[in-house]
């Protein structure tokens, strides 16, 4: 599969297909909250959001590699930079969500193009080059599409 082809062409129109109203298969995060969760996933891929390495050092290597695997995240997989409640959105409305997405999509792969040896670090996977990040991208976005049954 070509993940970077998925990621900048097949991702959004799958989204645009959520009401708002739609109740996840698993978390607690709502369509929108989802795609916002999502925007900060791909800010954090390119360097726009830091986030310090919250993963204890001895278990990084063994974070690193399920990450990098075609094991798919478990349903309900906590986030410890996520509250216990959704934060607020931040937009009016998904379509609103969906378009920082699309500039959170199109900034990643700029950013990548221009600085193809760049390091950005994972706060839970440690430092991951664009490769990394492309393969942990799709499979976390694999994994929200599944919550809410577009995957």
Known sequence: MDKAKFLKEDYIPLLKKLKGDEKGNFGKLSPQGMIEHMSDAFGNAYGRIHLALHTQENMVQRFREF???????????????????????????????ISELEGEIKGFFDFYESNPTAIKLNPFFGEFNYNDWLHLLHKHANHHLRQFNLA
């Open 67 to 97: 990450a990098l695997s075609d094991k798919p995240f478990k349903d309900n997989t906590p986030n410890a930079y996520m509250a216990e409640l959704p934060p607020p959105f931040r937009h009016a409305n998904i379509p609103a969500a």
